[in-house]
Structure formats: structure tokens, C-alpha cells
């Protein structure tokens, strides 16, 4: 692009605010509508309406639209480092204010599975909000990683520990899996033989999952039903459904799931790991919450 053009660009660049840039890199960095919107935790009509409206400010279009997603100009080539530099700023200064409070007062938001949340945080929420009530907590369930790096979230319960960033991390537990089934369902299907029992599986994208592997190795028939949520697996467990490879700590919850041996090994524990990043770990209303969820994960043992 000619240097001319670029020098006009930058300039009507310094009048986008920091919502603008957001959209901009949600969507470069994720080549979809309905990707980006799901980063930005948005609607896709949201989206799509402010990357319109960015490209009609800048007066040049940033994306091309295909039946495969979006295709980043040569524009958004050329503004991408700067924009993203411009993101990172913002972020220092977050962490830099973040860690000026010295009181435990304010938002701390939590990512985490939503099986953690439910079966494990919920019901023992009200003895932390009682303790902390200058805090306030965001939760947001769900399986993929936010990234904290971009204050998506202040701390996360995670199954992998992070490879790269300037994050900390701790194990504080091991998940252990079983195989389940409500009594009555085993002593009406089972017969001393697991395969004979219904069993609940997981989507087909699912089955590079460690429950979908071990379901094809040790049972090897098809499922009765599958589902795309672990949360209704192990409802549907609970209901009498059907047998499926669910968390030891949900079964212990439930006093009419008994534990099934499929004669074939179980997976190992899954661990799991509370992190945050290097800027936030010691700021008080972290550190309260990473303590009190850090007690909460030692019920899983």
C-alpha cells in the first residue's frame, strides 16, 4: 500500500476507540463471523455490524467475505501489528491498575468446566460470597481456553497445564474417571456383563475425547444416544438412561450411581490446574479466590 494512503489510515486509526480494535483482531485472529462473536462473547449480528461499520470509518475494506470465512486485505495486513501492539498496552495497563488495589473489593472472573461450577463451586458459594462480600464473581463455564492474557478471565480451573504465556499455574487435583450406571438399570441390563448395558456416548467430533476413546476400546458397540455436553451425560447417567464413563466425584455425589467393572482399564486422572497470570496472582481479592478454589478442588480427591 502506498505510504500516502497508509499516513491518511493511521491518522483515522487514532480515532477508533478501544472497542473497534477488539473487533478488528477478534475477527483477523479467528477469519469468521461467528468465531470472532464467540471470542467476544457477542452475537454474530453484533459482529458482523461493527466490522461493517469499522471498515465505513476507514473508508477500505479489512476483510473480503467468503463462503469459508473471512479473508484479511492487505489493509489488515498492514494495521494487524500495530493494532495488536495497541491491545497489549491496554492490557499492561489493566494489570497495572488491577495491581494498585490492596483491598478485596471488586470483580473476579472464573473460568471453568461447567461440571466444576455446578457440582462443585455452586453449592458451596454462598460460604465465599459471605467471607468476601466486597467481591464480585463472574463465572464463565465452558470448555475452550480464554485467554488471560486479555483479561477474558482473572482465573481459570484448567485440565492442560499452559505451554507459553506469562501465566501461573498450580496442580490441585487429579480427576479420576469410573464407569457408572444407576443400580437399578445394572441389575435389570447387566448380568455380570457390562456390554449388554446402554450406553451414553459423545459426539462423533467428540470421540478423540478421552471418554470417547475409552468407550470405543472398552465397550465397543454403539451408544444407545449421544450427546454433545458432559453436563447431560452424566444427567442422563443420573436419570437411569444409560451406563457412560463420568467423573469419580459426580458419582460419589449421587447415592443411586454404583460403579461398574468393565474388565479394561480405566484412563488415568485427568489433572487439573488453577492459573492466572504473573501481573495478577498476588493482588488480595486473586490470591482470596485462588485460596478458596484451591480448597474447593481438594473435595475432588
Not at 47 to 67: D, N, V
Request: proline residues 6%; aromatic residues 8%; neutral net charge.
Amino acid at each position: 500500500m502506498q505510504p500516502e494512503k497508509l499516513h491518511i489510515l493511521h491518522a483515522e486509526m487514532e480515532e477508533l476507540n478501544w472497542n473497534d480494535l477488539r473487533y478488528f483482531l477478534a475477527a483477523f485472529e479467528q477469519r469468521s463471523i461467528s468465531g470472532a462473536a464467540k471470542a467476544l462473547g457477542v452475537q454474530q449480528s453484533t459482529m458482523s455490524r461493527r466490522l461493517a461499520a469499522l471498515e465505513e470509518s476507514l473508508g477500505a475494506s479489512l476483510f473480503y467475505r467468503s463462503p469459508t470465512g473471512l479473508i484479511p486485505s492487505d489493509l489488515a495486513h498492514s494495521i494487524h501489528p500495530e493494532a495488536a501492539r495497541i491491545e497489549s498496552s491496554f492490557s499492561t495497563m489493566n494489570y497495572i491498575a488491577a495491581g494498585e488495589s490492596e483491598e478485596l473489593s471488586g470483580k473476579v472472573r472464573i473460568s471453568l468446566a461447567e461440571p466444576l461450577a455446578l457440582e462443585l463451586v455452586l453449592p458451596r458459594l454462598e460460604g465465599i460470597l459471605s467471607r468476601y462480600p466486597g467481591l464480585k464473581l463472574e463465572f464463565v463455564t465452558g470448555y475452550e481456553l480464554v485467554d488471560l492474557a486479555r483479561r477474558e478471565a482473572d482465573i481459570a480451573l484448567r485440565f492442560a497445564a499452559p505451554k507459553k504465556g506469562a501465566l501461573i499455574y498450580q496442580k490441585v487435583a487429579e480427576v479420576q474417571y469410573i464407569a457408572a450406571a444407576r443400580r437399578e438399570l445394572f441389575g435389570r441390563y447387566a448380568k455380570g456383563e457390562p456390554k449388554s448395558l446402554p450406553w451414553i456416548g459423545l459426539d462423533h467430533d467428540m470421540e478423540d475425547t478421552l471418554e470417547g476413546k475409552w468407550l470405543n476400546a472398552a465397550i465397543g458397540a454403539e451408544p444407545r444416544f449421544r450427546v454433545n455436553s458432559y453436563l447431560m451425560q452424566m444427567k442422563a447417567v443420573e436419570a437411569g438412561l444409560g451406563a457412560a464413563l463420568v467423573p469419580r466425584f459426580l458419582v460419589h455425589q449421587e447415592p443411586g450411581l454404583v460403579e461398574i467393572d468393565c474388565q479394561h482399564p480405566l484412563p488415568k486422572p485427568m489433572p487439573l490446574y488453577i492459573v492466572t497470570h504473573e501481573r495478577l496472582r498476588k493482588i488480595p481479592r486473586i490470591e482470596a479466590i485462588w485460596r478458596e478454589l484451591i480448597r474447593l478442588c481438594s473435595f475432588l480427591h
